[in-house]
Every structure is written in structure tokens, then in C-alpha cells.
């Protein structure tokens, strides 16, 4: 088959050559009708998978891209740090981006890593992308899933943690020391494996004593959680037990609390929190019990992997499951 060229997409288009080429890179002043078609074009004759593949160099390029939804995550930042302990001094860089939990961003990194021949991509994924994301894999980038699964047809890699088990052992616990409160669950990400698996896990242990609940959308963000709080507050004057799938939005509602409740009232909405928050030891009466999730376990279980793959000692498509612990005031 033919190979799409840069000429032939100006043909198709009616456009030049160099209108294609600064809408490609991103550069110049295009007119939104120009680009609108170059675009279209493009799309149609298949373009970018083309070219892409034929900028793809044979040495290695020494470069692996990690690709986080954010950086004020501590627990991203643990397993970044895992995946660098692990290798050390060897000669590989690590290019190190967040995708600010935008399907767009994520993309647009994704695209210039193949640009720049990276070896591979550690991909903790804002969703949105996975048919991109099997466009990249039949282009020979090897990417390694993390936290979250990315659906397609073939498999592939992917290290997480034990979503269900955790969420239900944590809801579990929280029935037993607040049994007469009313219970509400913060998750967010349904259209992710985490905010499905731990959703899950939670309405089991729930439904296994008959116990109903009111449910939340956080979006896993700190912000929508506090603002959040308000509903919560509303809804259940007398207070609740929370149940948070997410870390991040601990300390949207921690900040809540604390700027809304007094001392006496802040005891009226205990968290069971998934995921630990910076000073966790401060907030101890607010948060009785935790998971203590280990991204640090999981960065190294990635480089571990990686490392085969790039050498390639290894290629069947594997799945490793970090066990999280139940933590207690």
C-alpha cells in the first residue's frame, strides 16, 4: 500500500504544502477554514499514522515517557519515584508528564512521545484514548498500563492495585465502628477501572448487611469534593459516615470541615479514606481508618517490567496486582 504523503494531503485539501505542514506541527497562522480541512484530510487518508511510522528511527532512542493524570498526586509521585530507583543510573531519560485529567493533553503527549521514538510509555490514563491508544501499539510503541485499564482487544501490560478488595474491606470497617450512621460514598471515574472496581467493592460490603447509601460524583478531584461537602452537610445534618475511593478529594472534605464545622460537629462526618493525605497523622480523629495503598511497590513493579520488555527477555502481556492493607487510627 501506497504511503500517504505530505503532498497528497495538500492535494486532497486544496491547500499548500506549507499550510499542511504548520497545521501538523502546530505552527504559523492557519486560517480556521484551512485547517478545518487539512484536518478532515488527513483523517481520511490516514496521514498521521503514516508519517508517524515512517519517522520512526531503528537505534533506540534511550527515552521513556511517563505519563501521570497529575502532579499533586503524592501517589503518582511515589511511583514515579519507584520506576527511578529502580533504574538508577542507567542510561535511560525519563520524560515525566501530566496529562491535568484532560483526554486531549493526554493525547497530544502521547503523539509527540512516538514522535521522538520513545522506547516506551508508562501510561496512567485519563481515559477517552484507548482507540488512540491501539493506533500507537500497532505503530511498535510499547505501552505499560497503570492504576487504570485501558480496554481493547489485544492485551497488554498492566500493574494496579486490588480495587475491589480494598474498597470492601475499607467499607466493611467503617460499618463496623459507625453501624447506626447514615453512609454516603465520594467516588468519581466511571468510566475508569478504578472508579468502577472500588465503587463496586463498596456497594458489596454494603449490600451484604442491607445497608443503603447516597452517592456522590467527586470526579476524584479536591475541589468538587469540598464543594461537595455543602451537599453532604445539607443532606445529613445529623453527620455520616464518608466513604472516599479517592485520596485527593480526603483533602477537598478535610478542608471543608475544617472551614464549615466546629470541633464537636467535625466528629459527625467520620471518613473512611481511600489513600492516605499529606499530614494523615493530624487528621486521625477526622479519618479513623484508611487503605494504605503502595505506589512506590507498583514503580517498581513497572520498571521491573519495562526493563524486560526493552530488552526484550520478555513479551507475553501480563497483569500484577499490588495488595493494599487496612489502617487504623
Known amino acids: 500500500m501506497k504511503r500517504v504523503t505530505i503532498k497528497d494531503v495538500a492535494k486532497h485539501a486544496n491547500v499548500s504544502i506549507a499550510t499542511v505542514s504548520r497545521v501538523v506541527n502546530g505552527i504559523g497562522t492557519v486560517t480556521d477554514e484551512n485547517k478545518k480541512k487539512v484536518q478532515a484530510s488527513i483523517k481520511e487518508l490516514n496521514y498521521f499514522s503514516n508519517t508517524l511510522a515512517s519517522n520512526l528511527k531503528k537505534n533506540s532512542s534511550n527515552v521513556v515517557g511517563i505519563v501521570i493524570p497529575t502532579f499533586t498526586n503524592e501517589f503518582f509521585m511515589q511511583v514515579i519515584k519507584g520506576i527511578e530507583d529502580h533504574f538508577g543510573h542507567a542510561e535511560y531519560v525519563f520524560y515525566i508528564a501530566s496529562s491535568d485529567d484532560k483526554p486531549e493533553k493526554e493525547r497530544a503527549i502521547l503523539k509527540k512521545l512516538l514522535e521522538s521514538n520513545a522506547e516506551a510509555v508508562v501510561l496512567s490514563t485519563i481515559g477517552g484514548n484507548d482507540e488512540f491508544i491501539e493506533e500507537l501499539r500497532q505503530l511498535n510503541m510499547y505501552v505499560i498500563s497503570v492504576d487504570r485499564r485501558i480496554e481493547n482487544e489485544r492485551s497488554m501490560d498492566y500493574i494496579c492495585e486490588n480495587n475491589r478488595e480494598s474498597a470492601y474491606l475499607l467499607t466493611k470497617e467503617l460499618l463496623k465502628i459507625e453501624a447506626s450512621k447514615d453512609i454516603v460514598i465520594l467516588g468519581g471515574h466511571q468510566d475508569l477501572s478504578i472508579g468502577i472496581e472500588r465503587l463496586e ?101 513497572v520498571a521491573k517490567l519495562l526493563e524486560k520488555r526493552i530488552t526484550g527477555e520478555s513479551s507475553v502481556p501480563q497483569t500484577y496486582e499490588i495488595k493494599n492493607s487496612l489502617e487504623r487510627k
Open 201 to 301: 467493592g463498596a456497594e458489596k460490603a454494603l449490600a451484604e448487611v442491607g445497608k443503603d447509601f447516597r452517592y456522590y460524583d467527586g470526579s476524584y478531584n479536591e475541589e468538587q469534593a469540598k464543594e461537595l461537602f455543602s451537599s453532604i452537610k445539607k443532606d445529613y445534618p445529623a453527620g455520616c459516615g464518608i466513604i472516599s475511593l479517592n485520596n485527593t478529594m480526603v483533602t477537598g472534605l478535610i478542608h471543608a470541615i475544617y472551614e464549615e464545622l466546629d470541633e464537636v460537629e467535625m466528629l459527625k462526618y467520620p471518613i473512611a479514606s481511600y489513600g492516605e493525605i499529606v499530614f494523615q497523622s493530624i487528621f486521625s480523629t477526622n479519618i479513623p481508618i484508611h487503605i494504605r495503598q503502595r505506589p512506590y511497590e507498583i514503580g517498581r513493579e
